[in-house]
């Protein structure tokens, strides 16, 4: 079993929509969690941190539940530009990162 | 906004030749990563650096992968011999606190082809 696990999609959904993604990590000891954007053939990039108590960011809504070791992304009114692959990323022990395989989100006009 | 260097950004190799990637982390970053991604995947962690020593390198492929960083600065990972499997997105990352989560900076990649 992987340590982070997505559901690789694609979600083509149509402009305007709300979209939820999900991550699920097995390692109960992970200390932070977050979201991170990757456009095509570029690097990863931070799109927001996930706090046990929920956290927004514009259209964006980020969730973590410590006890079902579970995280999710909801994006709102999305947006052409929306179309990316977003990663899930725990951080554990030694201050690694570890990266779920991505979902990736098509916008469509 | 300071940028994590990386060179080259794209190469094509044969396969059982040897192939290097270079890293220039954000100045002043103690901590670098190198992540491997293959197309379709998350980045996978090969090598974490603290100054220049290795903290973790329990996912390189020691038989065939290197990873430098002699004065604690830039870095090299090299393949040796290059494999058709090595084909990916080599990804350089650093931080100047990685206890604080947001503090890590991704450079551009380098993007390897076996042929």
């Known amino acids: 079993r992987k340590e982070v696990e997505q559901d690789p999609g694609p979600f083509n959904v149509p402009e305007g929509a709300t979209v939820a993604f999900n991550c699920t990590y097995s390692n109960s000891a992970s200390q932070s969690f977050f979201w991170y954007r990757q456009d095509c053939r570029k690097e990863p990039k931070l799109l927001m941190s996930?706090?046990?108590s929920g956290n927004e960011d514009g259209r964006f809504t980020a969730q973590l539940n410590r006890a079902s070791q579970y995280i999710s992304l909801l994006i709102r009114d999305s947006k052409l530009s929306d179309s990316a692959t977003y990663l899930c990323v725990v951080k554990g022990a030694g201050n690694m990162l570890t990266f779920g395989g991505g979902t990736r989100l098509m916008v469509k006009p | 906004e300071a940028e994590v260097a990386q060179s080259p950004r794209y190469k094509i190799t044969e396969k059982s030749q040897a192939v290097a990637f270079w890293c220039d982390p954000i100045?002043?970053?103690?901590?670098l990563y190198w992540y491997r991604q293959i197309l379709g995947q998350g980045p996978e962690l090969l090598v974490q650096?603290?100054?220049?020593?290795?903290?973790?390198d329990s996912q390189l492929p020691k038989d065939r992968f290197s990873a430098e960083r002699l004065k604690g600065v830039d870095s090299t990972l090299k393949i040796q011999p290059a494999e058709l499997g090595d084909s990916a997105m080599y990804l350089c990352a650093s931080s100047l606190d990685p206890t604080v989560g947001y503090g890590y900076t991704f450079g551009s990649g380098t993007r390897l082809t076996v042929v």
């Open positions: 650096f603290q100054d220049e020593s290795v903290v973790d």
């Open positions: 996930v706090y046990s």
């Open positions: 100045s002043g970053h103690a901590t």
